[in-house]
């Protein structure tokens, strides 16, 4: 009986004029955003590349001179984006895309794309994900909001009825073909944006798996809608009433949601100013953490401890270099220092990502989004990777530079050198992205949230059924 | 009246709309090859009484029985023994005569053929070119005709019409009530609701006409002629009966 419930609600969904006329759109809209992203995303692949060689070229064409003004010149290293991000530039316009690598201090991202825009562009921009979990929904509201009431109305339901027809089998059976008619005008679309992404970057397996993931995702996001539309439809008696109240639905899901979970999770989790956060690191290494005493004290403690270990009693008569020994130490305390701090500023982050959700039962694309974005690579678990690789990176030439100087000078000597053939051995900075496990660790609570909505859209459609009379 | 023969039957049936009484104590019975014409004004309770028997509403007491079980305890019974076709026969737009037909017979568990499909809309009246068209360019006509092919092919031992005859021209009312007939003449039972007293005289075994839920009077179609059938119903109409 299903069967021909589906087969019955394929035909006549992509017989129905709205979906080809809301679908040719909203695809057109779709592709379109899509090639510019995909061109915009090449563009900047290209450029972060190009860049990064530029920067390094320049570190190792330095002259002959000291190891830690070297260090200084500094290294700037880029995120590099998978190509699913495509898709969804997730936090790219609003996060930095670069990170200055120098010693003593470790930075933020910087430069990020919202800095350069127009001021139109910062009330909101429309990109292909916007097209995935915004306008999509809108249309499937469109095409089922009275899926069961127009049956109602038209006396169809009746007829149903007389035949026996359990309302389950209707419902589910709607769904299943409205879902199976509006993949197959999506799959074109789909088809397309998968050539161009193979066509414009290599796709290795775990692209190619990211890219079903979130296709699998967005299907559950629109099962959801097509869900809720079918309960609504069902529920009410007239579909004008079912439609108005599918795009308050809709309303607060895509836009409402999304910036009450912001403002919940800002009030009950806020982050500190930058001020306020440069200001501790200053203040920690300065004073030091609970126990370390204070700058003088641990410089005093570890200058009596590199005697001691050296046997002399003076700094001049040390055998290797002690303003890099005490660099190094006074780098290793801020290195502590500024990694708490980040830790905690990064983990607050996480915090408020996870008080979003304090919203989403107003909807499900709160959760759509963090999972785009984590499936693209975009989202903050994946920037926080990236920062920490950076970090370690960092660690590694400041580390390098500071065995340099110190081998190469004696007691408080400033005299040590290096040159090119030194500043070409410091390896260049390869970042691999973290494979899509970790991208669904990362949105777990989203992923759960998401499931929790797709249950409570079957129990709607279910209830709906129950209580659907002709 | 062999009750072996029964197929539809009322027992003191009563059915309430919140605290309007739709019906009141209705006791009517439709064996096997009898057409029961079901006469009355608007909201005489003919429609629901209808509507009980497919089980869209409940009884508040008394019961409906399809040969001889109740098809609020047994819902296949309506599925598996009755067809209905409403005043207007609600179709697909959409989807072709044809198309139509095989969807409701799918429903009811029939599957058919092209060939047989194409048959039982033929038999039902329909014009061959019209079958593969969309039922949205269908006549009233048409649709009853799609209609009747449905209830053709689920071979149903009743059949429930709710004024099938309405709106549609002379021509195809006595076309309609013919098909009737002889669907009534192969042995179903059909219980009808209508206002035409032409097509209940016409096609009618026995008529009971309403008023205020109740059925009023009951008699043997075959006894009264057009005109006393006219001035009973309108004596009932009027109060003066």
Redesign the interface.
């Known amino acids: 009986?299903i069967?021909?419930?589906i087969?019955?609600e394929f035909?006549?969904t992509l017989?129905?004029g709205r979906l080809w006329i809301l679908g040719i759109v909203l695809l057109a809209i779709f592709l379109g955003f899509f090639l510019a992203s995909t061109h915009e995303l090449k563009q900047m692949r290209q450029e972060k590349h190009s860049v990064g060689m530029t920067a390094k070229e320049q570190w190792n064409t330095q002259s002959v001179k000291n190891p830690h003004s070297a260090a200084h010149y500094g290294i700037y290293v880029f995120k590099p984006d998978l190509p699913s991000a495509a898709l969804d530039p997730g936090l790219r316009p609003f996060v930095g895309q670069s990170l200055w690598l120098e010693p003593h201090k470790r930075n933020l991202t910087r430069f990020s794309p919202s800095t350069d825009q127009i001021l139109a562009n910062r009330f909101g921009q429309a990109t292909t994900s916007f097209v995935l979990y915004a306008l999509l929904p809108l249309m499937i509201v469109a095409l089922t909001f009275n899926s069961v009431s127009q049956e109602r109305e038209?006396?169809?339901?009746?007829?149903?009825?007389?035949?026996?027809?359990a309302a389950r089998s209707l419902v589910f059976g709607k769904l299943l073909g409205l879902l199976a008619a509006f993949m197959l005008v999506l799959s074109p679309a789909l088809l397309i944006a998968l050539l161009l992404l193979g066509q414009n970057f290599s796709l290795g397996p775990d692209d190619v798996s990211r890219l079903l993931a979130s296709f699998l995702m967005f299907l559950i996001y629109y099962t959801i809608f097509a869900a809720v539309s079918i309960a609504a439809s069902a529920f009410f008696r007239t579909s004008r009433v079912a439609l108005f109240c599918l795009l308050a639905f809709w309303l607060a899901s895509v836009f409402i949601a999304p910036r009450l979970g912001a403002v919940t999770a800002e009030t009950l989790s806020p982050n500190p100013t930058a001020s306020r956060f440069w200001e501790a690191i200053k203040t920690d290494i300065a004073q030091g953490l609970e126990g370390d005493g204070t700058h003088e004290q641990r410089a005093q403690a570890f200058e009596a401890q590199v005697l001691r270990e050296y046997g002399v009693n003076r700094k001049e008569d040390l055998p290797v270099g002690f303003v890099s020994l005490n660099r190094q130490h006074n780098d290793g305390y801020s290195v502590r220092v500024h990694e708490l701090h980040f830790d905690r500023l990064r983990d607050n982050f996480a915090v408020q990502q996870h008080l979003t959700h304090l919203a989403s039962w107003l909807g499900p694309s709160i959760a759509i989004r963090s999972l785009s974005m984590a499936m693209a690579g975009m989202d903050l678990a994946h920037q926080r990777d990236f920062e920490d690789a950076a970090e370690e990176y960092r660690h590694y030439f400041i580390d390098l530079t500071e065995d340099w100087d110190r081998e190469r000078s004696h007691g408080t000597e400033r005299n040590a050198k290096g040159q090119e053939s030194d500043w070409r051995s410091v390896k260049a900075f390869e970042y691999q992205a973290p494979k899509i496990e970790f991208a669904l660790k990362a949105a777990l609570l989203d992923l759960m949230v998401l499931m929790g909505w797709l249950f409570a859209a079957l129990m709607l459609l279910t209830l709906s059924a129950n209580r659907l009379?002709? | 009246m062999n009750t072996s023969s029964l197929v539809l039957e009322a027992r003191n049936l009563v059915v309430n709309y919140k605290q309007h009484r739709a019906i009141d104590a209705l006791n009517l019975r439709v064996p096997k090859g009898c057409v029961y014409a079901l006469l009355g004004g608007n909201g005489a309770g003919k429609s629901t009484t209808i509507s009980t028997f497919l089980t869209f509403n409940r009884p508040n007491a008394g019961q409906v029985l399809i040969e001889g079980r109740s098809p609020h305890e047994h819902p296949d019974l309506v599925r598996d023994k009755v067809a209905y076709l409403p005043e207007n026969v609600a179709l697909y737009e959409l989807m072709s005569g044809l198309e139509n037909l095989n969807f409701f017979c799918a429903l009811a568990g029939i599957h058919l053929s092209r060939e047989q499909a194409s048959q039982l809309l033929s038999d039902s009246g329909l014009q061959a070119d019209a079958h593969v068209k969309r039922v949205a360019a269908y006549s009233k006509g048409m649709r009853q005709k799609v209609g009747l092919a449905i209830a053709s092919a689920k071979h149903a031992s009743a059949m429930l019409l709710d004024e099938p005859t309405s709106g549609l021209d002379p021509s195809a009312a006595n076309d309609f009530a013919q098909r009737i007939r002889a669907a009534a003449d192969s042995g179903v039972a059909v219980l009808m609701a209508t206002h035409d007293l032409f097509n209940a005289k016409q096609v009618a075994d026995r008529i009971g006409i309403m008023k205020a839920g109740r059925l009023v009077e009951e008699f043997d179609a075959h006894t009264v002629r057009h005109d006393e059938l006219e001035q009973k119903y309108l004596a009932h109409a009027r109060g003066l009966a």
């Open positions: 009986m069967a021909a419930i087969r019955k035909v006549s017989r129905d038209r006396g169809t339901l009746r007829m149903l009825h007389s035949l026996g027809i009379t002709p």
